[in-house]
């Protein structure tokens, strides 16, 4: 059985850092694309950052030169750090490993459709201005 879980989050200022991690079990393919996304109250799901077996990686815009996305497969984690954190970067953060072989950049956009890729509970970030 596949479990994601990450950790990490928590409550920062505007302007705040942190580095969330995501420990993932079980049958995932470390050859595949993993990533994180979020979901505020009433909005729909964001891919945020996604990072493939080599290396490469893709952001969304709105958290381009803020956000890094990183991995060590010796310890099967995923991490991100988030850096000059907005209020509208509030939001319940997931990991995300693909299902299926795909570049960083199609992750980030399929990662967020229900059966491409597994999913962890999320961790609560909450950024005050």
């Known amino acids: 059985q596949v479990q994601l879980v990450e950790s990490g989050g928590g409550s920062v200022q505007a302007g705040g850092s942190l580095k969330l991690s995501c420990t993932t079990s079980?049958?995932?393919?470390?050859?595949?694309?993993k990533g994180w996304f979020r979901q505020a109250p009433g909005k729909e799901r964001e891919g945020v950052a996604a990072i493939a077996n080599d290396g490469t990686t893709s952001y969304a815009d709105s958290v381009k030169g803020r956000f890094t996305i990183s991995q060590d497969n010796a310890k099967n984690t995923l991490y991100l750090q988030v850096d000059s954190l907005k209020p509208e970067d509030s939001a319940m953060y997931y990991c995300a490993a693909l299902r299926f072989p795909m570049t960083a950049i199609r992750a980030l956009s399929l990662m967020t459709k229900p059966g491409i890729a597994y999913w962890g509970q999320g961790t609560q970030v909450t950024v005050s201005s």
């Open positions: 079980g049958n995932t393919d470390s050859r595949y694309s």
